[in-house]
């Protein structure tokens, strides 16, 4: 076959390939719609059933800022001018260490933390979605040689620089590093609780 017609046939290909993925519908994670229809959102307070307090606060901070950062729907602080509300519960929170010292000593820990969801209908409060347990897991190092300071994560995230980080207690590196972990767990919560929500899974 000519190679320009071996091109021509390549392309028509293509444009059939995207043609047919149009045709069923395909779209990227997050980019589907709320149940109902609605365009307008409330986050209540998530109850926290943990022993950690103030993790509802992180969590809805998180929910709320990503959903903005979307910016496909309107965002309202009173229940009453929304379509939708979002309430659920912190189900719980686990941290254990994975990795050790010869000495026993904890060098690495995983944290997760386990949420419920529902979405309801502000006009007579029945539930149209629901998520029974969303799951999700970060690690962080706890002594100075197992934060790593060029990594991604804490160059981008970390309120913490080198120097910080040499100076500390192992202690109080941990204590930081864990608080930075959550924020990233929330973080992720947040994007795959609105992909859930919208994509309806």
């Not at 229809?37 to 800022?65: C, M, P, W």
């Not at 990795?99 to 949420?115: N, R």
């Not at 980080?165 to 972990?181: H, K, Y």
């Amino acid at each position: 076959m000519p190679a320009r017609l071996a091109h021509r046939v390549v392309v028509l290909a293509c444009t059939l390939a995207l043609l047919a993925t149009a045709d069923c519908g395909y779209h990227f994670p997050g980019e589907g719609t709320l149940p109902n229809g609605a365009t307008s959102l409330h986050v209540a307070k998530f109850d926290n059933r943990t022993r950690d307090a103030g993790l509802e606060n992180y969590l809805l901070e998180a929910i709320q800022t990503e959903i903005a950062r979307r910016g496909k729907f309107t965002l309202e602080d009173d229940r009453t001018t929304a379509q939708l509300t979002l309430e659920g519960a912190i189900l719980s929170i686990e941290r254990r260490p994975v990795a050790f010292s010869s000495s026993d000593e904890a060098l690495q820990y995983q944290t997760f933390v386990t949420i419920s969801a529902v979405l309801r209908d502000t006009r007579d409060n029945k539930a149209v979605w629901r998520i029974a347990a969303l799951r999700e897991g970060d690690s962080y190092g706890a002594t100075s040689n197992t934060v790593v300071t060029d990594s991604p994560d804490f160059l981008t995230g970390s309120t913490l620089n080198s120097k910080d980080v040499a100076q500390l207690s192992d202690v109080q590196l941990s204590e930081s590093q864990e608080r930075e972990a959550l924020d990233r767990v929330f973080q992720n919560t947040s994007r795959d609780l609105y992909n859930a929500m919208v994509e309806n899974f």
